[in-house]
């Protein structure tokens, strides 16, 4: 693993059994980037009716979660990456109305850059 980077996943969670996700973050790395796939057991892309994400954090400066603007959203039809600045020790996710894809895989990057 870089000094520059780290990564975590990614790791594949069942809608129905697991609809929210928290993953441990480095406050190491400022630079944080998230993306949820809808998918199947595999972890291969499956194209989700509806759904979406909603995201929390967690920081080194204030403890507790803290609810992201709405902009940190991302919507599990056209799922895109979603970037933090910031010292985070933890991201939380809560998935909800996933539709035709039974699983979601996470993916998380940091680096200091």
């Avoid at 520059?4 to 069942?14: A, L, R």
């Avoid at 194209?47 to 909603?54: D, K, L």
Wanted: aromatic share 8%.
């Amino acid at each position: 693993m870089s000094q520059y980077y780290t990564t975590v996943g990614p790791t594949i969670y069942e809608f129905a059994e697991d609809p929210t996700f928290s993953i441990a973050a480095s406050p190491e790395y400022p630079h944080t980037f998230l993306g949820v796939i809808p998918c199947d057991a595999n972890g291969d892309y499956v194209a989700a009716g509806a759904g979406s994400v909603t995201l929390q954090v967690e920081t080194v400066n204030c403890p507790g979660v803290q609810q992201l603007p709405a902009e940190s959203t991302i919507d599990l039809v056209e799922p895109s990456d979603v970037s933090f600045g910031g010292n985070l020790v933890a991201i939380h996710g809560i998935v909800t109305g996933l539709t035709v894809a039974t699983h979601y895989r996470v993916h998380v990057s940091q680096n200091i850059a």
